[in-house]
T-cell receptor, first 115, second 112 residues
Framework: DTAVSQTPKYLVTQMGNDKSIKCEQN?????MYWYKQDSKKFLKIMFS???????INETVPNRFSPKSPDKAHLNLHINSLELGDSAVYFC??????????????FGPGTRLTVL | DAKTTQPNSMESNEEEPVHLPCNHS???????IHWYRQLPSQGPEYVIH???SNVNNRMASLAIAEDRKSSTLILHRATLRDAAVYYC?????????????FGQGTTLQVKP
């Protein structure tokens, strides 16, 4: 069973469209994250939800709206897509917000290409 | 957030040990040292973490300097599958949002 899954794996769309990426984790974790990896392979946190509540929003444009219907799901909706949104988006989950805890588990990524 | 510095790239021969260094001179007393790696076309995966003492697990060992200003990830016998980008990350033990702050990492190339 996949611990953190994302759909779709690839997403190609036109500028101006609205799209969603879904993420599910079956690890029973309380916290889920979205990270963005740009073309230079730089990985950066975007959002984090803990028990369905937003705890991190790293100055992401409000065209990006995360939604957490329950603890196991964190979806990412993007409005009015722009060329600069092209990137790989990773979902992750973890069971503790403290550094003393162990790992975050990452999904396989969604490669978004905006034409 | 305290910053880490790693070499951009390293090379190793297959089945030899690899020592990946990380400097974190501004580390605070409550920061844990975490290592993740990202294999090609995959999401990052956790490798190991520690606070003060050296740590071992099935994947690697983590050697932490006595003053904690640097650490070394040790892969005891590199395989081709270990070719990846390795990230050294500091996480506070409390008051943390859980986010991981990735630097540029070290790209490890393993030669057969």
């Amino acid at each position: 069973d996949t611990a953190v899954s994302q759909t779709p794996k690839y997403l190609v769309t036109q500028m101006g469209n609205d799209k969603s990426i879904k993420c599910e984790q079956n690890l029973g974790h309380d916290t889920m994250y979205w990270y963005k990896q740009d073309s230079k392979k730089f990985l950066k946190i975007m959002f984090s939800y803990n028990n369905k509540e937003l705890i991190i929003n790293e100055t992401v444009p409000n065209r990006f709206s995360p939604k957490s219907p329950d603890k196991a799901h964190l979806n990412l909706h993007i409005n009015s897509l722009e060329l600069g949104d092209s990137a790989v988006y990773f979902c992750a989950s973890g069971d503790d917000l403290r550094g003393s805890s162990g790992e975050q588990f990452f999904g396989p990524g969604t490669r978004l290409t905006v034409l | 957030d305290a910053k880490t510095t790693q070499p951009n790239s390293m090379e190793s021969n297959e089945e030899e040990p690899v020592h990946l260094p990380c400097n974190h001179s501004t580390i605070s007393g409550t920061d844990y040292i975490h290592w993740y790696r990202q294999l090609p076309s995959q999401g990052p995966e956790y490798v190991i973490h520690g606070l003060t003492s050296n740590v071992n697990n099935r994947m690697a060992s983590l050697a932490i300097a006595e003053d904690r200003k640097s650490s070394t990830l040790i892969l005891h016998r590199a395989t081709l599958r270990d070719a990846a980008v390795y990230y050294c990350i500091l996480r506070a033990s409390s008051g943390n949002t859980g986010k991981l702050i990735f630097g540029q990492g070290t790209t490890l190339q393993v030669k057969p």
